[in-house]
């Protein structure tokens, strides 16, 4: 790869990050049970082998999803993405990819920044041995952001519903069980915390 300039190495990072984001849904999608094991196919990304799922409709929400996370990551006010499982009110987990900070990004620290984001997709692989187990039945799945002004600057503005930061952080809080820290990634230019916890 040929040494990229300030702004072009800052849109290579963000399309790394957004790589890491669209493999750990679609990750904890076939984990959690989410969907049938035959819409799932075994590919490879980050040098890992992968679970993508196939469903036409799926992979195409989370594509748009995806898209519209980079807008906000790009205007730096992407402060945290939650993944939210349950199939009944009594059930519901939670996976929180919680980005501190994401600076700008130097050529030469490109291979650093795969190699965290690889070291915390193989910390999701494992994640039935921190959360219950769970079969395959109906089980609804949503995506939640954390986002500062995020909908000013957003190409994709109308894929979000608003909701009031304070109220809504109340009530996360309010029912949060035990908190289970999978992963912290530190370097020069990144902050990143992967935490779950099983919804009360």
């Not at 992407?78 to 993944?83: G, M």
Request: charged share 25%; proline share 3%; aromatic share 8%.
């Amino acid at each position: 790869m040929a040494n990229c300039t300030d702004k072009s190495c800052d849109k290579l990072a963000r399309d790394i990050f957004c790589d890491f984001l669209t493999i750990a849904i679609h990750g904890l999608l076939h984990s959690r049970q989410v969907y049938p094991a035959g819409v799932f196919k075994l590919r490879r990304k980050f040098n890992l082998p992968v679970h993508v799922c196939y469903h036409p409709e799926v992979f195409s929400y989370i594509t748009q999803l995806v898209d519209s996370v980079a807008d906000i990551l790009k205007n730096r006010k992407l402060h945290a993405v939650h993944f939210i499982t349950g199939a009944t009110e009594s059930d519901w987990e939670r996976v929180t990819i919680k980005l501190h900070a994401f600076g700008s990004v130097t050529h030469s620290q490109l291979p650093d920044l795969e190699d965290s984001l690889k070291n915390c997709l193989l910390k999701l692989s494992i994640i039935e041995t921190y959360l219950p187990s769970r079969t395959a039945g109906d089980v609804t799945w949503r995506v939640e952001i954390d986002a500062e002004d995020a909908e000013m600057n957003c190409n994709h503005a109308s894929d979000w519903m608003r909701t009031d930061q304070t109220n809504q952080s109340e009530k996360r809080a309010s029912n949060v069980g035990k908190l289970i820290p999978l992963k912290t990634s530190v370097t020069e230019y990144m902050k990143l915390e992967i935490v779950a916890a099983k919804l009360i």
